[in-house]
């Protein structure tokens, strides 16, 4: 054999190991992303997990809170309401709405389901629900507009369970801003149905 096909042969084994050599790196690489996805649902999984449990907590929270007597936290709001004198409680939420609409948005229907319970939890109590706009528009626009919204959330509470019959609706259009300042930050305030309760 000569010297030049020597380093032929040699040539060509090496090659040849270098080929043969490669799909095991293949394999190893293909274990090595494996495990790793692996370990990544894992974690994801074990968050999911965990999220949920801090969900299902914060509800059960919610929940305590709103069976909690009513005596006590009530507070006179000092002014007539439809059947008797008003009373504000911190355990129910205002909704509001957006620029001249009357519909209930899905970020305030969590609100309301939760309005619901405290009213289930408390049946002997009435309340009345307040239509509220900021100051765009005429008043006559205004004072419609927010019976629009005053009716609105009292159909949504309805849906959820609560009688009609212990609900009213009045509706202050732009007569009474909880901001009276003149932009849009004030205004978004402003458009709003907010729920007090009526004396036995």
């Known amino acids: 054999m000569t010297k030049k096909t020597l380093t ?5 084994l090496c090659l040849g190991l270098f080929l043969g050599g490669c799909p095991k790196k293949k394999v ?8 790793v996805q692996a370990e990544e649902a894992a974690r994801l999984e ?6 949920e449990a801090r969900e299902r907590e914060l509800a059960k929270l919610r929940e ?44 305030d229907e969590a609100v309301l389901k939760e309005n ?14 307040e239509g509220h706009c900021d100051e765009r528009g005429t008043a006559e626009y205004n004072l419609a507009l927010g019976e629009r919204r005053a009716n609105n959330t009292k159909k949504y509470l309805v849906f959820l369970g609560i009688p009609a019959d212990r609900i009213s609706t009045i509706s202050y259009g732009e007569e009474k801003p909880l901001d ?3 932009h849009e930050e004030a205004w978004a305030k402003n458009r709003r149905a907010h729920i007090v309760v009526l004396s036995k």
């Open 116 to 129: 619901a319970v405290f009213l289930k939890n408390n049946p002997n109590l009435k309340v009345q629900i």
């Open 46 to 51: 074990r968050e999911r997990q965990a999220r």
């Open 28 to 35: 190893a690489v293909s274990r090595d992303l494996a495990s």
């Open 64 to 107: 305590e809170e709103l069976k909690k007597p009513t005596e006590g936290e009530l507070v006179a709001k000092k002014e007539p309401g439809i059947e008797g004198e008003v009373y504000e409680s911190k355990l129910l939420k205002d909704i509001h709405f957006d620029f001249d609409k009357y519909d209930i948005r899905p970020v």
């Open 8 to 12: 032929l042969f040699i040539f060509i």
């Open 180 to 182: 009276k300042g003149r």
